[in-house]
């Protein structure tokens, strides 16, 4: 019996492609991890806002198989909302509808930018943008989501992730509307019914999971691995030849029976980012006909708004509108009543919310691992903390076991590898 830890896409996937025995052992109630969706007074919302998108044709398929019948197409609406303007997305192609002196400001940047061999995102972003799009877009924008040093973050991530369209493309976007989709998501699927969570509802049909069950030590004994965990407060064990695990890396060390010393210094090095989500359902219909939005100005306290209502009508009660509010942080701990009054407050300042809309939904949600973040050391800890973990048998899968960031595919993609090189499927 092979335990797979977690129900998140990279579980399920491996158990669809295990061959043998198996169980999944999931904490929560409910399976998805991250791809779960909630229903609160008839508006669903997902755990943090997804959409779907790969270039890879496999799980392109599967994503159409699982959820045939319950598929919506989109062609991206996508904006950044800068001096009270918006600029669609990607913002270093669409600058003409931005004040006259910012475009001057992006283009003579573009033009006069020196190229360079980066060596961290920072010197990147103002090798491929220059200086204009780095100081109102590209420097802010990122400060805000990763909290980080951005001279601190290394670019190995960024390839098919930040566009990087030509100088003249920039120039092009800043004379007109040239409406190019740049980008992986410039098409995108969403499920009509039941949010993102759909997807990981369906996968785990059939699948031998054992939700509730919290997985507390692994420890390593001879050629095995012994799994603790419980569930409906009983202590139990699984003694296995090998595990998979998409436990986060940290807390997987926190867990690991006597791990050299290394190793526990590894995963205390490793850098992420928390997220708060506020999800928010307003009486009035169609506030606004966009996807989402990018915030990079600092007087706002959310990077990305989301707007379930335009994903699919499904996701409200009638002609209501929601929104889906994501701010990041790297704090222990956050005051999420705080953080939901300052959002909401900041929605009026930006007119997406008026004084007198009637609220109908506002709830908080807190992730501690939101985005695994590229620090300089990022792959010499990583490397460290997984040789040690193949060499007891434990087998790191998706966003957070190989820490990585994947999207759902590549979660997906993760699980199925791990589980075809265990079942000696090449
Ligand atoms: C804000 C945000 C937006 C995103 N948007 C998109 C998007 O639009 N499109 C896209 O493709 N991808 C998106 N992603 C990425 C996507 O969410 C992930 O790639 C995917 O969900 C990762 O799946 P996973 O199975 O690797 O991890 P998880 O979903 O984290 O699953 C891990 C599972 O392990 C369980 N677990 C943890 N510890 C234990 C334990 N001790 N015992 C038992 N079980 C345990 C957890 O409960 C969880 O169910 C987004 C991610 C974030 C954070």
Known sequence: ?????????????????????????????????????????????????????????????????????????????????LQGAFARYPFEVNLHNLPEDVIRECIDGVTNRKPIEATNFEEWIYSTFGDGIAKHYMIPYNRKIWKYDLSKMNIDWISGRVPSPSVEEMKEGAARSIRRDFGPNAEFMYPMHGGIGALANQLSKGLNISTGSKVVEIKPSGDDVIVKYTKDGENREISAEKVLSSIPLPDMVDMLHDPPEEVVKAAGALVYNSLVCVNIGVRTPEIIDK????????????????????????????????????VTHREDSVNLESIRDRVLEDLIKTGILEEEDEIMVCDTSAFKYAYVIYDLDHKKNVGIIHDYLESVNVVPIGRFGEWEYFNMDKALLSGRNAASRISGIS
């Not at 025995?21 to 008839?42: F, M, N, P, T, W």
């Not at 598929?71 to 996508?78: I, P, S, V, Y």
């Not at 990018?294 to 699919?312: G, Q, V, W």
């Open 1 to 81: 019996m092979i335990p797979i830890i977690g129900a998140g896409l990279a579980g399920l996937s491996a158990a669809r492609n295990l061959r043998g025995d198996y169980v999944i052992l999931e904490k929560d109630a409910r399976v998805g991890g991250l791809c779960k969706s909630v229903d609160i007074d008839g508006f669903i919302f997902d755990y943090a806002p997804h959409i779907l998108f790969t270039r890879d044709d496999h799980i392109r398929a599967l994503f159409e198989d699982q959820l045939e019948g319950n598929l919506l197409k989109h062609t991206r609406e996508a904006f950044i909302y």
């Open 291 to 326: 996807h989402w939005l990018y915030f990079p100005e600092d007087e706002l306290i959310f990077n990305r708004i989301s707007f379930p209502m335009n994903f699919s009508e499904h996701t409200t009660p009638g002609d209501a509108s929601s929104i889906l509010v994501e």
